[in-house]
């Protein structure tokens, strides 16, 4: 099992839709982040959360520690924003990133 | 510079040759990072400089993957006798501090081994 786990694997909506990706992780971490790699492009970092909640734009990203769980949300979703979602966590104590396989999203006009 | 900077953007190479591929880190960033990306594949971690040391080479595959960095700046991954399985993206990506921060990543390169 992958220390890291994002679910769906690929997603596709309609725009305006509010869109959901979810991260589980299993084990101790000091800080997630979330990454955005368009298609031919190089990765952005989008949040990293050590706790609670962080906004920007019509990103929310949220985590529980307690259940080792983040989401990502998109509200108002539009076509720019296909891309694929990438959670990486550090785990404590570690300086390197461990990553998820990715959600491939897909905002139809 | 105002990001990081990969170079080249793209190289082919053939099977049992040497390639070296740079990384730029944006000016200040004492934290590097070298990642792969294989086709279909997730992103996998190779190496961890904090300055000019490495304290993490726990991601290389194998001893044919080196990597130095110089001046706390400039980065260098060397591929020797380079095999079809080195194709891949690399990317490399810089932070201000190693602890929690805020990642910026390169474009990458496309290594294309024949």
């Known amino acids: 099992k992958n220390e890291v786990e994002q679910s769906p694997q690929n997603l596709t909506a309609q725009e305006g839709e509010f869109i959901t990706i979810n991260c589980s992780y299993s084990?101790?971490?000091?800080?997630l982040h979330w990454l955005q790699q368009h298609p031919g492009g190089g990765i952005v970092s989008l949040f990293m959360?050590?706790?609670g909640k962080k906004k920007h734009g019509r990103l929310i990203a949220t985590i529980n520690i307690q259940e080792k769980h983040s989401s990502l949300h998109i509200t108002a979703s539009h076509p720019r924003d296909s891309a694929v979602y990438i959670c990486?966590?550090?785990?404590?104590?570690?300086?390197?990133?461990?990553f998820g396989q990715g959600t491939r999203l897909t905002i139809n006009p | 510079g105002a990001g990081v900077s990969q170079s080249p953007s793209n190289k082919v190479t053939e099977k049992g040759k040497d390639v070296e591929l740079r990384c730029d880190p944006i000016?200040?960033?004492?934290?590097l990072y070298w990642y792969r990306q294989s086709l279909g594949q997730g992103l996998e971690f190779l190496i961890y400089?904090?300055?000019?040391?490495?304290?993490?080479k726990s991601g290389l595959p194998s001893d044919r993957f080196s990597a130095e960095r110089t001046g706390g700046s400039v980065s260098t991954l060397t591929i020797q006798r380079t095999q079809q399985e080195d194709s891949a993206v690399y990317l490399c990506?810089?932070?201000?501090?190693?602890?929690?921060?805020?990642?910026?990543f390169g474009s990458g390169t496309q290594l294309s081994v024949l």
């Open positions: 959360l050590s706790s």
């Open positions: 000016s200040g960033h004492t934290a």
């Open positions: 084990v101790g971490i000091s800080a």
């Open positions: 400089f904090q300055g000019n040391s490495a304290p993490d």
């Open positions: 990506a810089s932070s201000l501090v190693p602890t929690n921060e805020k990642l910026f």
């Open positions: 990486a966590v550090s785990r404590q104590g570690a300086q390197k990133l461990v």
